[in-house]
Structure formats: C-alpha cells, structure tokens
C-alpha cells in the first residue's frame, strides 16, 4: 500500500512543505552498534568496468542514424539589441536543415531560449542544425546579425553602487545586534571577498533529442533526468510519459547542469523542426561563460564577543553577482547557523550584472559564508588570546540557534576533537619560523545540510543465479550514488556487491529517483533501495521457508547462504533462486519523510598546514585533515573519494580559481582551461580523511549526505593557516603570489 | 589526401579534409568514442591518445601528421591497460571517468617508457590530464601499484 504523506522537504536551506507518496515499510532500522557486513565497507565504484573500458557512453558520445550536429549563435555584446538576423540565408546554405532566431524560440515569450535584446556576451540568439560541421559553419556565418550596442556593468563594485538588484535583499534577524555589540568585550569587522569560480565539468554541457511523433527522447548531461523531462514537457505542451530523457552517465556536473538550460530545448526545436535527431555540444568557451558559475561575493561581517569568547552579537553584509540569472545563495547561513549567537542581523544584496547566469556551485553561498565568518572569528579568537579551536568548542550549539529545533545528530565536537588529534593542533606553534618559508595551521567548521529525503522510489529484482538488479531513476555524476545502492541491495540479499548490477539514468526505468544535488541524492535514494531489498529478502526466505518446510521467521539470509536459526539447515540462496526459471522475484521501495520539527544537518572540521615562500609569495597548502560527521558510511572509499575532490576544488577556489572579466569589453578574458586556473595532480595537498561515522538515529539508514561538506570549509583554513604562519589576513581569492606578497609588504 | 593509419592494430586509409583533427577521426569517423573530448584546445588532456609510443592530444594533431604512423586508444587491449583499468578501479582512480580515458593513456605512456617511476615522475608524467572531480591520490596510488617495484 502507497499513502500520500505531508513532509517538510528542506532543499540547501528553503524549507517546502509537500505531499509525496510513501509505501508501506515494515524493513526494521539496524540495531545501534549493530555492524551490518559491507555496510562502510570499501568498494569499487559499480561502474568503474565502463569509465576505464572506454565504453561508458556519455551523451557527448551518442551517434544516431541521421544525427545533425547543432551550434547557436551567441551575443559578442554585453549588452545589445539586435537589429537583423538573416534566418533565411541560413536556411539557404547547402547541409542546413534547421535555423530558428528569437522569434521561434522555444520557451515562449516568458523564458525565451534565443532573444534579440542580449544582456551578456554569449547570450543565444540564434541556432542552426546541418548534416555536417562544415554546413554548420557556413550556416552560422550567414546569419549576419547587426547589433546596437549599450552601456554595460560587470564589476560587482558598480553594480553595488548603481543598486541594480536582481531581487528583492534578503534579510534575518535574530535578537538585538545592537544590545549584542554593546555586551561586547571584543569586536571584530572583516570585509572577505571572492571572483566568481568556474564549474568546469569536463564534459560540457550537451543534448541529443530525436524528436519523433510519438514521443521525443532526450539524451543529455544532466543532475535531473525527470527535472529535464518536465522542463521539455512544459515548454512544447507535451505529456511527460511521453518524453524520455536518458543520462546514463555525466561527465561532471557540479551544480552547473540543473535545468534544460539553452542546450536542450534548442536541439529539441531543432529536431522537432528537421525531423531528424540534433545534438548540440558546447564548446569550451561557452561552457566557461554561459553556463554557470559560483557567484562573486563580497561578505562583511562584525562580529562581538564577551572576554571569554563567547559571541554576542553578529552582523552582516554581503553581496553577490548573479549575472543575468540565479537565486540568492545562502551566503549568510554560516552566521545565522553554526555557532550559538543571540543577536544576528544580516542581509544580502543580489545584484544584476551583464554576465551570464549564476548556478549552484558545490556548497552555493555557504562555501563562501564560511569563508567570511571563519576567518572573522580567527581575527577574534587572535584578538581574545583564546585558541581559535577553543574559541569553536566554546560557542557550539545544542539546537539549531535560528529556529531551536534539536537536530537529528551533531558530532563536530568530535569532528573538533578528532581532527586536532590527526592535525597534531596541539603542537601547531612549533611549525613556525621566521625563515623565508613560514608554516602555519588553521582550522574551520562546516555546517551543511544533507538529510536527503522523500520523493525516492527503487526497483530490486533477483533471477536465477541469485544475481539482482537495482533500478533507480536517478542520474550518477560521479558520486558513487550508484555503488552505494549495489551496496545496500547486497546487504539486504546476503549477495556479494558484485552480484548487483545497478540500472539509472533513464525515465523509462522504475523507480523515479531525485536529482543529483544539495548532498541529499545519497540520504534520499538509499533508504528506498534497502527498503525494496528488504521486501525481496522476505520473499525469498518465504520461498525457502516453502521449499525446506520450515517457517519463514526461522530463516536468515547471508553469505550467499539461507540458514535456519538453530544452524541445522543451510542452502545456498541458489537452491531456491534456482527454482525461477527467468521469472524474477521483485521488490521495490520508497524513501519515507524525516521527522517533523527537527533539524537536519551535517558537521565537521578541517584543519590545514601550509607552507608560505615569502620570498615568491607561493602558498602550498601541504596538508588538510578533514573529519566530517555525515553519519553513516555507506562505502569508505567512496566518501573518502568525495572527501578529496571536495577539498581539492577548495584549494582551487583559496588559491588560483578566478574568472576574470574584462571591465572594458565585458567579456570574460580566461574562458578556457589554460587561462582559468584549476588544480592539477601536482597542486593535491596530503589529505587525512576521517569521518565520525556514526549513524544518524533519527534519519532512515542513518545517512547523511557528503557531495557538499568538504569543499566548504577548505578556504578558510587555508586562510586562517596562512595568518597563523605570518600574522597576516588573506580577505580575498584567489590567493595568488601577488597578492600574498602585497600582504606580507 | 591520402592517410594510412593503424588504430589499436588496425589499418585505416582515410581520404578526409587537411583539418580533420585525429580526435575527429577516432570519434566522429571509426566510433573510437573511448577518446572524449573536453576543450578541444590543447589545454586539458582529456583526449591523450598514444602516437606510436608518445602521449600526444588527439584534439590538435592532425590525421594528415599520422601517415605510417599508429595509435593506440582506450578501447586498445594490452596487459599494460588491463592491468591500469583494474588499479584504477581499486584505487577509485576516478569519480565521473570523463577524464578517465586520457588518464589511462598517460599512465600507459610512463610506464613503457619508466616501468619504475619515482612518485615525482608520476607526478610530473600526468600533470597535464586535469581531473576536475579530484579523484588524483587514487591516480597516482593506482599508477604506482602497477609500476614494477
């Protein structure tokens, strides 16, 4: 039986309530303490045979017979008008089988893709389809479109100046700042500021869609399959179950591939147009410009604390640029919710620049909210004379202190605890030196959210040779999402992980899934995974029960083996799988709500040695140990893996990652992966990896998620790392020699 | 023109345009999609393909500079490879596996010409494959491992 159930679904921070469909449950929680086999276990990732085979098909690789290739037309302008389009000599060129301007966009007039009033380079205004590139080429450059140019603003600092908001600020209070600061013995007031960080999938961002008619299937990198199928339902009046959109694999994402974007709805007008299938690739440069990026921020916080460090009062101010796009990322979350502060006002102004849209990026907002108020409280905890970890321990909180909900599970005073002891925090002052190479230890706390939650269906079904299939309607970026389920599954089966072969990525599949984002897919899918297992589980023991004449409840299922409590019988689970011919027995489950009135979140602490050059200004971070509470460990190796990428695209943001935008032009001059600088495998820090692990008691499988949490408090501690090693400030990214020498006068 | 090309052991002649790249040809024309392509500017590694016995970036060499000459991609079978697919896997050498192609032809590279390599030269030899999910510890990890010790 399916019930509607009403939950709070709480997604990076906005709390909705909904009704999701819930199926019955009856598959009991593990025992505290109980260590059930391959749960936490190291495993390969399930999908590791395609990834290194070269067969793994991304939609970058997908050729269908009569497949045209597309491109758009973008604005060279940050701001314009167009004035004339020749959509009709486009159509003229030989090989062209498709051409549309704004006046054919799909979208309509409210979310037109291709539009003749271009607010930032690379804007689309136009798309062609042909039988070859080399058509394709000649179909773009008979466009000619004219443009009349207009004024422009790029620099944040301008768009703070001109007030040209994006939305309405978003404000919270909490309590009497003003009181606060008059109860203080120390105050503190930092300014923090930060470019915007490219994504920089290497895979870009790309479609096929063989439009047919009856139905249009979609092939494309995407953390949404069913988020991407609704978008192209709605935008050409479709009925969902009649598009399909397929994502079997995804070559990086990021929080860059939310949404149908320009890609898909072109190539889908473009197929719908020419009757043949149309992939759209985009190339480099207008992945790098067009498709997202963490927004630039400017955050100022002034915090106050009594002589014992304990804080006050909390105000802050920020900014952020979302281009011509986006939401207002939570970049205050950090100083509304990760210490015990009474009084805290902040606001935060989202402006509007002639750059492309804004996107999630990995920790949107908080990432960089904790940037700011980390390093605000390490200025703080210096002034007090109190140890910067101390100063930590000595504002935790017990419940949530924006809303007094108690949370489901928080352990970061032993992230704290653990992380000191691996960091050798105790010892840190011995690191320094007056020498040319100064060295230095710093540490910053992550808050995040991550419980997961409903709507998460799964699909398990078990043949023959006792080998069973895991279908979920979800996509896999790279996280290991999929593995964790083989997992699961495995565990519930009695089967080895190999035995489980994981189905995803495709809305024709059972099991509607939820998107890859918010470090919530993981929490969200699992449960409903051991839940489908667990009724197959019950099932098959039924059948043994019938087979070896004995009651059900009498039997366990492990190892490959099926026993009897007294160890009088055992078979091995073929015997009764066996008997199925090619029928399967089947199973499937649902992800239930979290409960009511309590906070879920995830914690931890990350503390980082570097070493400074002072004669060059090079900062090498050498060393990051991170110890993260995100409950319970489903694959070690996995959240280890998710641990390293996440602290690795910290590194990249502390110290090299900028886009760099022409303010003259308002174009974005390093639009490629040679000039935007990223970490490379000889920029990668030593990091120790560790994890609390313990199960969260209040939440389905005990797990919480992890894609977020480790990139967010990387900045910081490189930052407060940096200050302990020269008793300088690093208050803005990228910290480049430049900058650092300019620091150190 | 005419080109001559072995690809994984197989003889190709190609009569195609002067610009076609090498990784067009392997993609677009013999469905190598094993090779995949990230920046197609010589900036990434993503598409390192092995020339004779050379890593070189299948997005900048041109079909018409491989007459005679051959080439090696993912989709090739050598112990070598196998053994590199297997290390990858156990190491988690790799999240999403974008990259993961090009990777493998580096590591494959190094390792026939420096069975042994000093961690500093595994280093240096796949520096420029980047990774952009971070999955490096389990690369080099997974490089040494099938290194002779």
């Known amino acids: 039986m399916a019930r509607l159930v009403r939950t709070e679904a709480v997604v990076e921070g906005r709390t909705e309530i909904r009704y999701t469909l819930v199926e019955d449950d009856d598959t009991p929680e593990w ?10 276990e190291p495993a390969a990732r399930v999908s590791a045979g395609p990834r290194t085979a070269g067969t793994a098909r991304f939609t970058t690789d997908i050729v269908l017979p009569g497949m045209l290739e597309a491109a758009i037309l973008r604005s060279p302008h940050p701001n314009a008008r167009l004035t004339g389009l020749d959509v009709e000599a486009a159509l003229a060129v030989d090989g062209v089988r498709a051409a549309i301007g704004p006046a054919d966009s799909p979208g309509g007039e409210e979310s037109a893709v291709l539009t003749d009033s271009p607010g930032y380079a690379g804007a689309p205004v136009a798309a062609v389809a042909a039988d070859s590139r080399a058509a394709l080429r000649a179909g773009l450059a008979a466009l000619q479109p004219r443009y009349e140019t207009a004024g422009f603003v790029v620099d944040l600092d301008e768009a703070l100046s001109r007030q040209d908001l994006f939305s309405d600020p978003s404000e919270y209070e909490r309590g009497d700042v003003e009181s606060g600061f008059a109860d203080s013995a120390a105050t503190v007031e930092a300014t923090h500021n930060m470019p915007a960080q490219l994504h920089s999938a290497l895979e870009p961002h790309c479609a096929v869609v063989d439009w047919r008619p009856d139905g249009v299937t979609v092939w494309c990198s995407t953390q949404s399959i069913y988020g991407i199928r609704d978008d192209v339902a709605g935008a050409f009046d479709l009925d969902p179950e009649r598009v399909r959109v397929i994502s079997e694999f995804v070559g990086g994402a990021f929080g860059a591939k939310f949404g149908s974007g320009a890609v898909v709805p072109l190539a889908a007008e473009l197929s719908r147009r020419s009757g043949r299938p149309v992939r759209l690739v985009l190339s480099r440069r207008e992945e790098q410009t067009t498709t997202g990026y963490r927004t630039p921020a400017s955050i100022t916080l002034k915090v106050g604390a009594s002589a014992d460090g304990t804080l006050q009062a909390i105000e802050g101010e920020g900014a952020i640029g979302l281009g011509s796009d986006g939401w207002t990322y939570p970049i205050m979350e950090p100083a509304k919710s990760v210490y015990a502060c009474p009084n805290v006002h902040t606001i935060v102004v989202p402006l509007r620049q002639n750059l492309g849209p804004a996107a999630a990026f990995r920790a949107p907002g908080v990432m960089e909210g ?8 390490d200025e703080l905890a210096e002034q ?5 970890l101390e100063l930590r321990r000595r504002n935790h909180s017990e419940n949530d202190p924006a809303t007094g909900r108690p949370y489901t599970s928080k352990r970061l005073l032993e992230c704290y605890d653990r992380a000191a002891e691996l960091a050798g925090w105790e010892g840190r002052d011995r690191l320094r030196s007056d020498g040319r190479i100064r060295r230095g230890m710093g540490c910053a706390s992550q808050f995040w959210w991550g419980g997961g939650g409903p709507p998460a269906y799964a699909e398990v079904r078990i043949g023959k040779r006792a080998r069973a299939t895991v279908t979920v309607g979800l996509q896999d970026l ?39 984002g918010g470090s919530m897919t993981m929490a969200s899918i699992v449960p409903a995974v051991r839940a489908a297992g667990h009724k197959v589980r019950q099932q098959i023991l039924q059948l043994a029960g019938d087979m070896f004449e004995i009651g059900a409840d009498d039997l366990t299922l492990e190892n490959g083996e099926i026993r009897s409590v007294d160890g009088a019988l055992v078979h091995p689970i073929t015997e009764v799988t066996g008997q199925l011919g090619n029928a399967w027995v089947t199973g499937s489950g649902s992800r239930g709500p979290n409960p009511d009135g309590m906070a879920v979140n995830t914690w931890g602490c990350q503390i980082a040695t570097v070493a400074v050059d002072t004669a060059t200004g090079e900062l090498r971070v050498e060393k990051v140990v991170a110890v993260h509470d995100v409950g319970r460990i489903i694959n070690s190796m996995g959240a280890r893996s998710q641990v390293a990428g996440g602290v ?3 590194v990249g943001f502390a110290l090299m990652e900028e886009r760099v935008v022409d303010p003259n032009t308002g174009l974005v001059v390093n639009a490629n992966l040679e000039d935007y600088k990223m970490p490379t495998i000889a920029d990668m820090p030593e990091i120790v990896c560790d994890f609390v692990g313990e199960p969260d008691p209040h939440l389905a499988v005990g797990v919480k998620g992890l894609g977020e949490p480790p990139i967010i408090p990387t900045t910081a501690a490189i930052a407060n790392a940096f200050a302990h090693a020269t008793g300088v400030r690093l208050r803005e990214t990228p910290f480049s020699p430049r900058r650092i020498l300019e620091a150190l006068g | 023109m005419e080109t001559v090309i072995t690809v994984n052991g197989q003889r190709h002649t190609v009569a195609a345009d002067d610009r076609l790249t090498l990784g067009e040809l392997l993609r677009d024309h013999l469905d190598l999609t094993g090779t995949k392509m990230a920046c197609g500017e010589g900036t990434c590694g993503t598409c390192t393909v092995l020339l004779d016995d050379r890593p070189v970036l299948s997005c900048l060499t041109l079909v018409a500079a491989c007459d005679g000459r051959s080439v090696r991609t993912v989709e090739g079978r050598s112990p070598l ?23 493998l032809m580096s590591a494959v590279a190094l390792l026939e010409q420096n069975p042994s390599p000093t961690t500093e030269e595994v280093v240096t030899a796949m520096s420029g494959n980047l990774c952009r999910c971070g999955a490096y510890a389990g690369i080099i990890e997974a490089v040494e491992r099938v290194a002779v010790r």
Request: aromatic content about 4%; overall charge negative.
């Open chain 1, 31 to 40: 025992e505290p303490g109980e260590r059930p086999p391959l749960i936490g």
């Open chain 1, 370 to 377: 904790t940037f700011a108020l980390e390093g605000t409280l």
């Open chain 1, 384 to 388: 007090l004379g109190i140890d910067p």
């Open chain 1, 478 to 516: 790279g996280t290991g999402v999929q593995t964790a389920c083989a997992i699961v599954a495995a565990e519930r089966l009695g089967v080895p992980v190999e035995s489980i072969t994981v189905r995803a990525g495709d809305t024709a599949l059972a099991g509607h899934g939820p998107f890859s």
């Open chain 1, 648 to 650: 690795l695209q910290g």
């Open chain 2, 81 to 103: 490879l196998e053994d590199l697919r297997a290390a990858f896997a156990a190491t988690d050498g790799l999240q999403c596996g974008y990259c993961t192609p090009g990777q």
